[in-house]
């Protein structure tokens, strides 16, 4: 995330004062690497850089066990990275592979801006020591593994991901079929409630997870938590279980305006049903309850498909057929079964 400070100019016209929000230009830690000999190299990306006149003022590093400044390096551009190593410094500069605590501080008009770094075996840790062959790369706003270090350029998703997978069951532990979710990208769960996803390679703890419920529009909903560490390439397999119910403006749905269609009406005790409901956000939740008009049960089924076949009383008369989503009636209509 970049910070934005506020410089404040003063206009002596009406003794005014303005406030331009300038983003300030910033260092930040981009890509570390190790060889097989445990040399390190470390990019650091530049932001905002000559824009509105700023520069980069200085440039510190910190680890656990040394600190030095950087010479003054010359910036392509208003955005790029640059790579600096040991052999590239005046004096020596340790950052230990099986774990340690990096920090950049960059000044900008006396202004301090920090990145840092936390891996290995430190307290604090964000993330593992990099394998053999692996670099720490931040992407967006985390730090992952990559298995294919992009060292002095920008970096991409190549070789930051792995796979999760497993099944999603609703609170009533059913499986959810065919509703769309994100993690770390998007995906949709199979008939069965299986589902496949592309997640970061890095340690994960979440007890939310987001539901699409329109083109441009997520839902959160509770699920019991789940945890796991991601290696580039590899595979986790974990359920999980929602905690609460998939709807979307459940509140606006009357008992006079459900699209909900039941057919043939009335209808021979020797057929089926037929019931089609067309609700917002397809959920696992709904049931289907079939009582007397003395309110015995007769028949409940749960439903998890927009159209499903129903069985009908073996007897006939009229019966009260309840649609109901999560425990809650959205929809009571009567049907007449004859001996036809």
Known sequence: MKKVYTILILMTIGLKIIANPIALPTIEISELLFDISNNWKLELGYYEVNQNGLTIDSIFIYSTTDTIKLPTYPFIGSTGVFVITNDSLDTDFQIKRQGDTIKVVSYCMEHPFEDILIFGNCQGTYINYPREGQSISKYWMYYVKDNSPSIGSSNDTTGMCGT??????????????????????????????????????????????????????????????????????????????????LTNDLNNLTLNNIPVKIYPNPISATNKLMVEIDLPVITANIWIEISSLDGKL??????????????????????????????????????????E
């Open 298 to 339: 007769i028949n409940k089924e749960k439903i998890t498909n927009t159209r499903s076949l129903i069985d009908t009383p073996n007897a006939n008369g009229i019966y009260i057929l309840r649609v109901l989503l999560d425990k809650q009636i959205i929809s009571s209509n009567r049907v007449l079964v004859t001996n």
């Open 164 to 245: 999760l997978k497993g099944i999603i069951y609703d609170k009533y532990s059913a499986p959810v079929s065919q509703i769309k979710f994100l993690i770390d990208y998007q995906f949709e769960t199979s008939e069965i409630g299986e589902y496949f996803t592309r997640v970061y390679s890095k340690p994960t703890t979440f007890n939310q997870l987001s539901h699409i419920v329109g083109k441009y529009t997520t839902q959160s909903v509770s699920i019991t938590e789940i945890s796991y560490i991601m290696e580039p390439d590899s595979v986790i397999e974990r359920d999980i279980y929602l905690l609460d119910t």
